[in-house]
């Protein structure tokens, strides 16, 4: 398996070419482009536990995450193209298998069959911050795929950092987190408009995005008219 | 005509100058800025028959423009209405446009709208841009585009293909081999044959898609 990833930068998307056997794992709707011997698959399901109960968790996480299964049927070789909803980058992360990635709601973008994906939902956490507080995790060891809105910058934690939570892409769970208000009070952060953001502690690796699509989906939606309940 | 293409793959525009008498032609609300003397006749090219068939058909613009420069050469900068990247094609026979995939071209050239639907798709509005002629052909998409070159089949969401080469032949087609219980209406372009197709690598109709949900719910009516 190879993975290109082309047009970095503002549209970024990434490119795999399967052996023949081989399959990758996306979000589904993420695949843009196939050689026609590539077996597309739409499922819940994910390696390990899923099956229909893990779709409805992950619906339940907030998010309708459902999975494209590709496969380079019938012997031979193939490639398949997949990219983002939003304009921004998209980055590999090369998992060794020592750790797991937690990747935020919508970062997730692809991975390799052998990798084993699970959702988080952050329960009261997550509700807490108005934001989609829900993590794909993912384990094992092969290429990531995480896409962003904006850029990605990649920061090497030892110590402590914040975070805004609309800004985190993704991050190795050698870091432990806290949710919390970004100013000295509730008050003072909820007005300075910085709400909440995520207090990462330990060291390990993560990826923050230049953009906050919420807050960009926010602008749009204020704009636009009303839509049915 | 000289021109460049700037800013790509995010912000492409297109930078031409005419030389005196020469003209290029443009789909209407492209023009940026330009020369004082580089004029222009908007007009339904084809006469209007033509241009409405254009405007229902594919979602392209009716009118389109024909800049002229007078006198001396001139310069018009086009930028096209998304974000994203602008080929500057040698056209000498033909190529298919996906509707409002057009910026500009030479004269030489000529676009009609091409309904090529299946029965029962027409919701989706499979209308494309047939393109003829000889002299330059400029297409712009949401997102870079990536050229593949086609020899046997190959597969393209519904949405994402620009153009491609009448050596290839298409169908708009429910995905066979994707099986899901969600997606069963899901349309794919499938190629088959040899030539070029270019993808672009964002859809709007994705992006407005994400963006539906943010949109303010309406207010039960309380009479």
């Not at chain 1, 952050?122 to 290429?143: D, H, I, N, T, W």
């Not at chain 1, 090497?156 to 993704?170: M, P």
């Not at chain 1, 910085?194 to 330990?202: A, P, Q, T």
């Amino acid at each position: 398996m190879q993975i290109a990833i082309e047009d970095r930068g503002a549209f970024a998307s990434a490119i795999i070419q399967l052996d023949a056997g081989e399959s990758f794992v996306s979000e589904s709707g993420a695949m843009y482009r196939t050689s026609a011997e590539v077996d597309v698959d739409v499922t819940t399901r994910s390696k390990g536990k899923g099956g229909l109960f893990g779709g409805l968790k992950r619906l339940l996480g907030g998010e309708s995450f459902f999975l494209s299964t590709y496969h380079a049927a019938g012997g031979v070789a193939g490639e398949v193209g997949i990219a983002p909803t939003l304009p921004g980058d998209v980055m590999q992360v090369d998992m060794d298998g020592s750790t797991r990635w937690l990747c935020a709601g919508g970062s997730y973008l692809g991975s390799g069959d052998e990798l084993t994906l699970d959702t988080q939902f952050q329960g009261l956490r997550g509700m807490l911050s108005g934001e989609k507080m829900f993590f794909v995790s993912v384990e094992g060891a092969g290429p990531l795929l995480v896409s962003a809105y904006g850029v990605i910058r990649e920061a090497a934690i030892d110590g402590e950092v914040i975070v805004d939570t609309g800004h985190v892409v993704a991050f190795e769970d050698t870091l432990s987190y806290e949710v919390t208000k970004a100013g000295g009070s509730w008050l003072r952060s909820f007005l300075g408009g910085e709400g909440l953001v995520m207090k990462f502690r330990g060291s390990g690796r993560l990826l923050v995005q230049s953009h906050n699509s919420r807050a960009f989906g926010a602008k749009l939606g204020a704009m636009l008219p009303p839509r049915q309940g | 005509m000289e021109h460049r293409i700037t800013n790509g793959p995010s912000f492409a525009i297109l930078e031409a100058t005419l030389e005196p008498g020469e003209t290029l032609v443009s789909e209407s609300g492209a023009m940026a800025w330009k020369d004082t003397h580089v004029v222009t006749e908007t007009s339904t090219r084809g006469g209007v028959l033509q241009g409405l068939k254009r405007k229902l058909l594919s979602g392209e613009s009716f009118f389109q423009n024909t800049w002229r420069a007078e006198g001396k050469p001139g310069s018009i900068a086009l930028a096209p209405g998304s974000a994203g990247d602008i080929i500057a094609h040698d056209l000498d026979g033909e190529l298919f446009l996906e509707k409002g995939a057009f910026l500009a071209s030479c004269e030489g050239v000529t676009v009609d709208a091409k309904f090529d639907g299946l029965k029962g798709f027409f919701n989706e509005g499979f209308f494309i841009l047939k393109c003829t002629g000889k002299g330059l052909l400029f297409f712009h998409s949401y997102g870079a585009i990536e050229a593949v070159d086609v020899d046997g089949e190959y597969i393209v969401d519904n949405g994402y293909a620009v153009a491609w080469e009448p050596s290839l032949s298409y169908k708009l087609t429910r995905a066979r081999k994707i099986r899901s219980f969600l997606f069963g209406d899901q349309l794919i372009l499938r190629f088959s044959g040899k030539g070029r197709v270019w993808i672009q690598t964002r859809s709007p109709r994705v992006k407005a898609n994400w963006v539906h949900p943010f949109r303010p719910v309406q207010q039960a009516n309380r009479n």
